[in-house]
């Protein structure tokens, strides 16, 4: 079963990066046949795919986050990370990783601070 945890800061500025990780135990970032994903759900709001990494470091990403959105990985660690540039507190939101078929981290809330 394939386990996955986000970690990273709970609060960044404005204009700052967000920055997360997302560590997978029970499979292989590098060879599953995964999308490893980026999710998020603003308070009240519904879930928006960020983008994706998939086994041959291939990056897939939002049309309307492309530019601010930077998805790579670890394979020696077996983590992949998002990084998300020059936020608003629009971009506060609960932060979730899957594997693009069934399984997907807790979530961690990040807060912009204005």
């Known amino acids: 079963q394939v386990q996955l945890q986000e970690s990273g800061p709970g609060l960044v500025k404005s204009s700052q990066t967000l920055s997360l990780t997302c560590t997978v135990s029970?499979?292989?970032?590098?060879?599953?046949?995964?999308?490893w994903s980026w999710i998020r759900q603003p308070p009240g709001n519904g879930l928006e795919w960020l983008g994706h990494i998939d086994r041959s470091g291939r990056t897939y990403y939002s049309p309307s986050l492309k530019s601010r959105t930077s998805i790579s990985r670890d394979t020696s660690k077996n983590q992949f990370t998002l990084q998300l540039s020059s936020v608003t507190p629009e971009d506060t939101a609960v932060y979730y990783c899957a594997d693009g078929i069934d399984y997907w981290g807790k979530g961690t809330l990040v807060t912009v601070s204005s």
């Open positions: 029970g499979g292989s970032i590098t060879t599953n046949l995964n999308y």
